[in-house]
T-cell receptor
Framework: GQQLNQSPQSMFIQEGEDVSMNCTSS?????WLWYKQDPGEGPVLLIA?????ELTSNGRLTAQFGITRKDSFLNISASIPSDVGIYFC??????????FGQGTILTVHP | NAGVTQTPKFQVLKTGQSMTLQCAQD?????MSWYRQDPGMGLRLIHY???????DQGEVPNGYNVSRSTTEDFPLRLLSAAPSQTSVYFC???????????FGPGTRLTVT
């Protein structure tokens, strides 16, 4: 089946630092999605990307849909303690099914 | 709107027991799905439904059954629980299969 490789697996950063994480795949996706999961909760959608090359921002978050349609990155600028959580990328094919990456665990030290 | 709700939040089963995980949504979404989340493996699709009366298998369907008799409800059944089914289960819904999915809070299941 399709697989997404998400990196890094975990990050430990100081408050105020910028964060970058990415996902790569051997398959082409029509949509890339980035979710955040807080402890004990379900994933919440942060950003959706629909076109190759698309760059989208949502506050301090910026994400890009790779030109090859096989990768995407998420940047978080000026991190704050509430950014702590697990971030997942997900790719969607034309058939609608989502394939998730393994997740990036983000820890922010005040 | 309550969004996507799941019950129970926690459950402990013995090997061989059966149970049903409940999922309901009040957004009139056609598409609903079940995922399991295991450490280091992200979320994996178990079963999904594109509308009432229609279900299909996902990536890891073995050991699970689903049905979709109404638009609102999409229960997940474990007929004979196994320790390998210890996981956190998430239900999700969306307007259609190409739209953003909204996740419930999850059910943490332990099978001993």
């Amino acid at each position: 089946g399709q697989q997404l490789n998400q990196s890094p697996q975990s990050m430990f950063i100081q408050e105020g630092e910028d964060v970058s994480m990415n996902c790569t795949s051997s398959s082409i996706f029509n949509t890339w999605l980035w979710y955040k999961q807080d402890p004990g909760e379900g994933p919440v959608l942060l950003i959706a990307l629909y076109k190759a090359g698309e760059l989208t921002s949502n506050g301090r978050l910026t994400a890009q849909f790779g030109i090859t349609r096989k990768d995407s990155f998420l940047n978080i600028s000026a991190s704050i303690p509430s950014d702590v959580g697990i971030y997942f990328c997900a790719g969607r094919t034309s058939y609608g099914k989502l394939t998730f990456g393994q997740g990036t665990i983000l820890t922010v030290h005040p | 709107n309550a969004g996507v709700t799941q019950t129970p939040k926690f459950q402990v089963l013995k090997t061989g027991q059966s149970m049903t995980l409940q999922c309901a949504q009040d957004m009139n979404h056609e598409y609903m799905s079940w995922y399991r989340q295991d450490p280091g493996m992200g979320l994996r699709l178990i079963h999904y439904s594109v509308g009432a009366g229609i279900t299909d298998q996902g990536e890891v369907p073995n050991g699970y059954n689903v049905s979709r008799s109404t638009t609102e409800d999409f229960p997940l059944r474990l007929l004979s629980a196994a320790p390998s089914q210890t996981s956190v289960y998430f239900c999700a819904s969306s307007v259609g299969d190409s739209y953003e999915q909204y996740f419930g809070p999850g059910t943490r299941l332990t099978v001993t």
